[in-house]
T-cell receptor, first 108, second 115 residues
Framework: GIQVEQSPPDLILQEGANSTLRCNFS?????LQWFHQNPWGQLINLFY???GTKQNGRLSATTVATERYSLLYISSSQTTDSGVYFC??????????FGSGTRLQVQP | AAGVIQSPRHLIKEKRETATLKCYPI?????VYWYQQGPGQDPQFLIS???????DKGSIPDRFSAQQFSDYHSELNMSSLELGDSALYFC??????????????FGPGTRLTVL
């Protein structure tokens, strides 16, 4: 099946800093989503982005499908951004395969 | 906007008992997915339904079964529970053939603890 790798696995930032999270996938995809899992376990949709660039407030994402990677940018980070960020892709079967996540901690 | 509803939110069971988890998809969504997330792990796909028919199957144990009903809600039935079944169970829904994108929207999850 399709493989999804995320980097870095852990990230500690000071409030106000910017960061870039990366997701590499091993095959062509029909769907790519970025999620934020908060400390209470909720999976929050950030972006549906199988290709191209999108922005939502302080967050933006870019997927280069031909090179099989996606990037999530977080600007001016806040403590509420803490949690785990997952990239998930759908290729072949109609189900998401998740990466192992990037655990982000934003310190005040 | 309406979201995916899951019940119960928390469930505690003993080994070898059974459990039933329920999922109510976003209105007019035609596809339901179930995922299992163990402690410290990423969510793993279990099974999906499209228009009330099983669509895809992932790493779902034989002790588990699921179905989607005429009103599109879905139930995940788990029997002979084991300690390793303790996890967060997510239901997601999408409008595979009824919307501009195939975004999967996740419910809040059911946290199952097996003692």
């Amino acid at each position: 099946g399709i493989q999804v790798e995320q980097s870095p696995p852990d990230l500690i930032l000071q409030e106000g800093a910017n960061s870039t999270l990366r997701c590499n996938f091993s095959d062509s995809v029909n769907n790519l989503q970025w999620f934020h899992q908060n400390p209470w376990g909720q999976l929050i949709n950030l972006f549906y982005i199988p290709s191209g660039t999108k922005q939502n407030g302080r967050l933006s994402a870019t997927t280069v499908a031909t090179e099989r990677y996606s990037l999530l940018y977080i600007s001016s980070s806040q403590t509420t951004d803490s949690g785990v960020y997952f990239c998930a892709v759908e290729g072949g079967r109609r189900a998401l395969t998740f990466g192992s996540g990037t655990r982000l901690q934003v310190q005040p | 906007a309406a979201g995916v509803i899951q019940s119960p939110r928390h469930l505690i069971k003993e080994k070898r008992e059974t459990a039933t988890l329920k999922c109510y998809p976003i209105p007019r969504h035609d596809t339901v997915y179930w995922y299992q997330q163990g402690p410290g792990q990423d969510p793993q796909f279990l099974i999906s339904f499209y228009e009330k028919m099983q669509s895809d199957k992932g790493s779902i144990p034989d002790r588990f079964s699921a179905q989607q009903f005429s009103d599109y809600h879905s139930e995940l039935n788990m029997s002979s529970l084991e300690l390793g079944d303790s996890a967060l169970y997510f239901c997601a829904s999408s409008a595979r053939d009824r919307g501009p994108t195939d975004t999967q929207y996740f419910g809040p999850g059911t946290r199952l603890t097996v003692l």
